[in-house]
């Protein structure tokens, strides 16, 4: 599933249709296509994983899911979800989930638990996870709600970077620790955008997927953590459980 900095590298791919004019929209989307045509692209913004396409009254948003994908001025051969096009090109979107929401796009979401956000609130981020009682972090960190645009590679490499333990209970952080933890959340995601532009992400990693940690040498440790089950990959020698 494509992470907040792929998004947002998705939106500065395409700001130069903003302002432009669809003049054919197409797809298997269960959208009325026929509403995009002839509207004027009003703004490209994104929220963490939602790339938001907004017009004069009304957003199409549009998740990548966990294999979405898309091309801008090219196509693929399978049918796209959404096709707009435009005078000076197009843009297809694929196995993704298209929704229009209606009214003005701020109706629909709190900017400030956007990591990448310039409305970013990292106190509110802060006395959200105090209050999220026996949950433990690997599972908090990838609320959306808390951390919009955080996904399972950042998590892991955010972790990693402040030494703490995926199976921490999030309430259980000390203040200090859980600063520098929300701090590195929104860091680290412009970072991953700054490598991800670069073609050099991969290289970046320190834990993710990886067999060793890089500070003592000794084996990580790969597992399916929290409620949620995802793959966390940690050091149980430096990176401290707090319980």
Not at 54 to 65: A, P, Q, S, Y
């Amino acid at each position: 599933m494509p992470e907040g900095p792929s998004i947002v590298l998705l939106k500065e791919e395409t700001l130069r249709f903003e302002g432009k004019k669809v003049l054919a929209a197409n797809g298997n989307a269960k959208i009325d296509m026929s509403r995009l045509e002839g509207q004027k692209i009003i703004a490209i913004q994104t929220w963490g994983k939602h790339f938001l396409i907004c017009f004069k009254g009304f957003t199409v948003r549009i998740h990548l899911l966990m294999f979405g994908t898309y091309r801008i001025d090219d196509k693929k051969e399978q049918a796209p979800r959404l096709s707009l096009v435009f005078k000076s090109g197009e843009v297809n979107f694929y196995t993704c989930a298209i929704k229009i929401l209606e009214g003005p796009v701020d109706d629909h979401y709190d900017w400030s638990v956007d990591v990448m956000n310039a409305d970013w609130d990292a106190a509110a981020a802060r006395k959200k996870v105090r209050g999220q009682g026996k949950k433990l972090i690997c599972d908090v960190l990838l609320e959306q709600d808390i951390f919009s645009g955080v996904g399972n590679i950042i998590k892991n490499e955010v972790l990693y970077r402040v030494r703490i333990h995926p199976e921490s209970i999030a309430a259980k952080i000390p203040p200090p620790k859980l600063k520098k933890l929300v701090d590195e959340a929104s860091n680290y995601s412009f970072e991953f955008l700054d490598w991800k532009r670069d073609f050099v992400l991969k290289k970046h990693w320190l834990i993710h997927t990886k067999k060793e940690c890089k500070r003592c040498g000794l084996p990580a440790i790969k597992k399916y953590t929290g409620v949620k089950k995802r793959r966390s990959f940690f050091c149980t020698n430096c990176q401290k459980l707090y319980r």
